[in-house]
């Protein structure tokens, strides 16, 4: 009975020790950024065409792309650029684009999930219309 017990015990142990994984999945973050909207002042297009309601949009494409354009009036007026983006933790964007052939990245602070507040490279945070963009 002692030698029965015994194997009944090593048995439901191994059991365990096979069905135990020492491997934690990081779950996929979920990119809360895709098929969004934004949008901030234009200060460049206000200078050439005049005041009013002249503004970049900034789109979040799937597989991390994105794109601006030039809007006013409610109408697309010329394209911007277009690059690849990287969302850490839901609040840190990083925008990187290519230029004259040299990449360049703008990184952004996402506030309260409706607002992408820039960062300077020195860290300081840029709060103003014409820095930061606004979910729509």
């Known amino acids: 009975m002692k030698i029965f017990f015994l194997l009944i015990m090593t048995s439901i142990a191994i ?55 030039r809007v006013k009036a409610d109408k697309v007026s010329s394209f911007q650029e277009e690059g690849t983006y990287t969302l850490t933790d839901n609040k840190d964007v990083i925008l990187t684009t290519e230029k004259n052939e040299q990449k360049t990245s703008l ?13 300077t490279e020195t860290g300081d945070i840029l709060t103003n219309a014409y820095e930061a963009y606004i979910m729509q």
Request: proline fraction near 1%; charged fraction near 25%.
């Open 107 to 119: 990184r952004y602070l996402l506030v309260n999930n409706r607002t992408l507040h820039r960062v």
């Open 15 to 69: 059991l365990f020790t096979a069905c135990n994984s020492s491997e934690t999945i990081e779950p996929e973050q979920e990119n809360i950024l895709i098929g969004t909207f934004w949008l901030r002042k234009d200060i460049a297009s206000e200078i050439i065409y005049g005041g009013g309601d002249n503004y970049l949009k900034l789109t979040f494409k799937k597989d991390n792309f994105y794109e601006i354009v």
